[in-house]
T-cell receptor, first 117, second 112 residues
Framework: DAGVTQSPTHLIKTRGQQVTLRCSPK?????VSWYQQALGQGPQFIFQ???????QRGNFPDRFSGHQFPNYSSELNVNALLLGDSALYLC????????????????FGEGSWLTVV | SQQGEEDPQALSIQEGENATMNCSYK?????LQWYRQNSGRGLVHLIL?????REKHSGRLRVTLDTSKKSSSLLITASRAADTASYFC????????????FGGGTRLMVKP
């Protein structure tokens, strides 16, 4: 059973460019969330996708956008890259409890290291 | 903003000793999850404790939760050099829909 898979593992971009990161959730999971982790800090929630819609969003600008596909996989897009966007981007997957809407174990991928120069 | 705060920020112990990490949070929660992160890698799920539970065990791990004090602790017994990593607590707040809020983590070093 494959866990959460992310690609690419590392990439370098120039300021002003755009980047797309990809994630496949764990088998059986239908909810994908994205987190940004700056060096030496804890992860920060960017947004969450469920049923191909953005359901929740953290305190991130509109330059950060995403998409979820019918097979539950997801993409994170960041436009007009800034030096401060350099971070580890983590994808998390879970199964959405229809009653509680939360409360299940959340699994993370290995992350995509983005360096903006 | 970070809801949880881990304490201590860094911990250095000898192999075989026990390691205790604490986490405090601010709002009502559905559950609290502990994760381990090796340098530059992804997060590995360790244990989930629900708001109506007070203690859970998994192998050498013991997690406690005190909702009245809004705090949790992670105890690693008989530590090994391979336990060297950063440990994070993450809260799943009530009605937050699986959105985790992380603390800054505890960096544990276990010396052989």
């Amino acid at each position: 059973d494959a866990g959460v898979t992310q690609s690419p593992t590392h990439l370098i971009k120039t300021r002003g460019q755009q980047v797309t990161l990809r994630c496949s959730p764990k088998s059986g999971h239908d909810t994908v969330s994205w987190y940004q982790q700056a060096l030496g800090q804890g992860p920060q929630f960017i947004f969450q996708y469920y049923e191909e819609e953005e359901r929740q969003r953290g305190n991130f600008p509109d330059r950060f956008s995403g998409h979820q596909f019918p097979n539950y996989s997801s993409e994170l897009n960041v436009n007009a890259l800034l030096l401060g966007d350099s971070a580890l981007y983590l994808c998390a997957s879970s199964y959405r409890d229809r009653v509680l809407y939360s409360g299940n174990t959340i699994y993370f991928g290995e992350g995509s290291w983005l360096t903006v120069v | 903003s970070q809801q949880g705060e881990e304490d201590p920020q860094a911990l250095s112990i000898q192999e075989g000793e026990n390691a205790t990490m604490n986490c405090s949070y601010k709002t009502s929660i559905n559950n609290l999850q502990w994760y381990r992160q090796n340098s530059g890698r992804g997060l590995v799920h360790l244990i989930l404790i629900r708001s109506n539970e007070r203690e859970k065990h998994s192998g050498r791990l013991r997690v406690t939760l005190d909702t009245s004090k809004k705090s949790s602790s992670l105890l690693i017994t008989a530590s090994r050099a391979a336990d060297t990593a950063s440990y994070f607590c993450a809260t799943d707040a009530r009605n937050a829909g699986n959105m985790l809020t992380f603390g800054g983590g505890t960096r544990l070093m276990v010396k052989p």
